[in-house]
Antibody, heavy 124, light 107 residues
Framework: QVQLVQSGAEVKKPGASVKVSCKAS????????MHWVRQAPGQGLEWMGW????????NYAQKFQGWVTMTRDTSISTAYMELSRLRSDDTAVYYC?????????????????WGQGTLVTVSS | DIQMTQSPSTLSASVGDRVTITCRAS??????LAWYQQKQGKAPKLLIY???SLESGVPSRFSGSGSGTEFTLTISSLQPDDFATYYC?????????FGQGTKVEIK
């Protein structure tokens, strides 16, 4: 069965960086774009961008360009999201989410599987 | 960026009620809309994609409709397991954006 298992909670000081991992299993890792979505405490969902695990190509929301980096290691079916220059308002749960495709390989544009979430707390 | 606005923000309903949530886009998104259910402390769960297509395994009491700028999610007969927060999401253009959420509470 498809599973996305994320790394554990992190506490960081302002100005630091954090790197969250997302290990995929139960499907061909390189066949599906992986997205990252965050959710601040008590708030809604915010899309951050995606990585194509096959090519390593990325597409970041403009808001995050220059301070988010998405990478992958195909040998261990793991995607990573690194956020630098952390501020207190980056405190949030960060999710990886697999893009949904139909049987013909066309994107359904939505997210069919999600990781369990990683809480990143930024506090001095 | 395309703004997604959901209404109401909170909805109080009873088991067995028919519930409708509305999502409006700031510009046309054709049918490129998904709906998710999120329970406290859990990741969202996909319910509907392409405005009206039911994701595999999702109960048929959930349905979606609409196109262009106005969309609805309907739960035909609310069940105890359905008390949660619901989000719409557009994928017509980047950045993909979500509505602010609608919390369905027990009346």
């Amino acid at each position: 069965q498809v599973q996305l298992v994320q790394s554990g909670a992190e506490v960081k000081k302002p100005g630091a960086s954090v790197k969250v991992s997302c290990k995929a299993s139960g499907y061909t890792f390189t066949g599906y774009y992986m997205h990252w979505v965050r959710q601040a405490p008590g708030q809604g969902l915010e899309w951050m961008g995606w990585i194509n695990p096959n090519s390593g190509g990325t597409n970041y929301a403009q808001k995050f360009q220059g301070w988010v980096t998405m990478t992958r290691d195909t040998s261990i079916s793991t995607a990573y999201m690194e956020l630098s220059r952390l501020r207190s308002d980056d405190t949030a749960v960060y999710y990886c989410a697999r893009e949904n495709y139909d049987s013909s390989g066309y994107s359904k544009g939505s997210f069919d599987y999600w990781g369990q979430g990683t809480l990143v707390t930024v506090s001095s | 960026d395309i703004q997604m606005t959901q209404s109401p923000s909170t909805l109080s309903a009873s088991v067995g009620d028919r519930v409708t949530i509305t999502c409006r886009a700031s510009q046309s998104i054709s049918s490129w809309l998904a709906w998710y259910q999120q329970k406290q402390g859990k990741a969202p769960k996909l319910l509907i994609y392409k405005a009206s297509s039911l994701e595999s395994g999702v109960p048929s009491r959930f349905s979606g409709s609409g196109s262009g700028t106005e969309f609805t999610l309907t739960i035909s007969s609310l069940q105890p397991d359905d008390f949660a927060t619901y989000y719409c999401q557009q994928y017509n253009s980047y950045p993909w954006t979500f509505g602010q959420g609608t919390k369905v509470e027990i009346k």
